[in-house]
């Protein structure tokens, strides 16, 4: 698996965005399985770089494929986001904001993923959405404040958050043509 300088190991995720049949934009997110140290976490779907992959973007791509069936002819990249550092996994994450065709059903692969998210941007932007907590985990040295969004009975938080954050407005405002 390639690492970067410093041992971090590279992983790339896709950022699906979609106009619903109201017009409403919507993102795509994923509840990962419960096994695994993200078990029952809501994500982006994506992985770690594989030495097939020749750039991140087909590891997106390719993660997306196999985690939900989401073709590449299904995708159009509109950018490469700003990286991001996880806290506890050590990745160095390279997000892709995609516009895409959803299929008619979602094709999960079972062992990663439980079930397919499609959160409305503007549920995401209301203020009651958002919140804050102090959590510990095991892999966690001490407790931290983390800040999330309130997807339905989940949480979307971490690196997904980290992503998420500084994009939903600029979504909602129109940059980029969805």
Do not use: C, K
């Not at 992983?11 to 017009?23: I, Q």
């Not at 994500?43 to 087909?58: H, I, N, Y």
């Not at 503007?122 to 999330?148: K, M, S």
Request: net charge positive; glycine share 8%; charged share 25%.
């Amino acid at each position: 698996m390639p690492r970067m300088a410093g041992g971090r190991r590279e992983a790339a995720v896709l950022v699906p965005v979609f106009r619903d049949g109201a017009g409403g934009l919507r993102l795509v997110l994923v509840r990962r399985s419960e096994a695994g140290i993200h078990g029952g976490q809501l994500a982006f779907p994506g992985g770690r770089r594989e030495v097939r992959d020749r750039t991140l973007r087909e590891t997106a791509l390719r993660e997306a494929e196999e985690e939900i069936g989401l073709t590449p002819a299904a995708v159009t990249i509109l950018a490469e986001l700003p990286r991001v550092e996880t806290l506890t996994s050590n990745h160095r994450i390279a997000p892709f904001l995609a516009h895409i065709v959803p299929p008619a059903r979602w094709h999960l692969q079972a062992t990663e993923v439980a079930e397919v998210i499609e959160a409305r941007v503007a549920d995401l932007l209301d203020p009651g959405a958002h919140g804050e907590a102090i959590e510990h985990f095991p892999t966690w040295p001490r407790p931290r404040r983390i800040q999330f969004y309130r997807v339905g009975r989940h949480r979307l938080w971490g690196a997904s958050y980290r992503i998420a954050e500084p994009l939903l407005a600029r979504l909602a405002a129109g940059d980029w043509e969805v």
